[in-house]
Nanobody, 125 residues
Framework: QVQLVESGGGLVQAGGSLRLSCVAS????????MAWFRQAPGKEREFVAA????????DYADSVKGRFTISRDNAKNTVALQMNSLKPEDTAVYYC??????????????????WGQGTQVTVSS
């Protein structure tokens, strides 16, 4: 059974940094695309960043390009999201997701079958 567990959220001032981590269960972690999504109160869950199974390709939402970096360590079954220059509008619950049907990354929420429980990120102004 696939299980994703996020950590690293918290409260930070605008301009600060946080690093989110997601640990995944399963023996074939390196084969599948992983992503981070976020959901702010009263809003739809939205794409943030995704990385291909081998870690060669990555994609980002326009709102985080140049500030966030997604990476993965297949030996440790982890995917991370380094968030720099944080803004109040980045405040949301951040979710790790895994797509166990493809290696190539996808930015479409409905393509991901497995989700973590989420970690809260709050950026104060």
């Amino acid at each position: 059974q696939v299980q994703l567990v996020e950590s690293g959220g918290g409260l930070v001032q605008a301009g600060g940094s946080l690093r989110l981590s997601c640990v995944a269960s399963g023996r074939t972690f390196s084969s599948y695309a992983m992503a981070w999504f976020r959901q702010a109160p009263g809003k739809e869950r939205e794409f943030v960043a995704a990385i291909s199974g081998g870690g060669i390709s990555a994609d980002y939402a326009d709102s985080v390009k140049g500030r966030f970096t997604i990476s993965r360590d297949n030996a440790k079954n982890t995917v991370a999201l380094q968030m720099n220059s944080l803004k109040p509008e980045d405040t949301a619950v951040y979710y790790c997701a895994e797509d166990r049907t493809r290696v190539r990354l996808t930015t479409i929420k409905e393509d991901y079958q497995y989700w973590g429980q989420g970690t809260q990120v709050t950026v104060s102004s």
